[in-house]
């Protein structure tokens, strides 16, 4: 596609249950990034992918989240037994850079609220 | 906390009017970028300014940088209605590998 894709693009669930929100990048960028955002907050970094392999995610709140990238594309953040504090934006972004040294392509988020 | 810290964190101007927000930092830095985001939108890149760069001009933006001070400004000349958004700073460091995001300027351009 022309640029970041992510979906759902809006997901209500119920506190306890899981989630999974998806992000496909542009084709050909090896970088991918998760951040969350939190309302009128910037942005938390999450985790970054490098082709496959997830060489930082210190981001991660707990051990309740949890991200792969297969095929050096698609990529999933799973969010098991969801709480409240969970509710937020996720935005995932892809760079053709394997350093921070160039600009990120935004998705549109997918918005996560937890009752 | 953020690497990045906004200042001012809302702004409100007319139409044709200049806004400028600045963005503060701790660490050494590799490029500092700015991002507008509309609402309910995802971040959308405007500018990079390397490290070794003083200024840098895109349209109606323009860029400083000062690493002694550890600070950035933007400045968007002759506001318009369609420039209100929120606008982050965002650090990438040598040997890093993410940019960090500061808390955002809420920017509103009155018609």
Redesign the interface.
Known sequence: GAG?SQSPSNKVTEKGKDVELRCDPISGHT?L?W?RQSLG???E?LI?F?GNSA??KSGLPSDRFSAERTGGSVSTLTIQRTQQEDSAVY?C?SSPR????????????SRLTVL | S?QGEEDPQALSIQEGENATMNCSYKTSI??L?W?RQNSG?????LI?IRSNEREKHSGRLRVTLDTSKKSSSLLITASRAADTASY?C?T??AA?????????TRVLVKP
């Open positions: 970041v970088a990034y951040y907050q910037g942005l970094f970054y490098q060489p930082d935005l972004a394997d350093r921070s040294t160039g600009e990120l392509f935004f998705g549109e988020g | 953020q590799n490029n970028q991002y939108r995802g971040l959308v890149h990079l982050f965002a990438g460091k890093g590998n993410k940019l960090t995001f500061g808390g955002g």
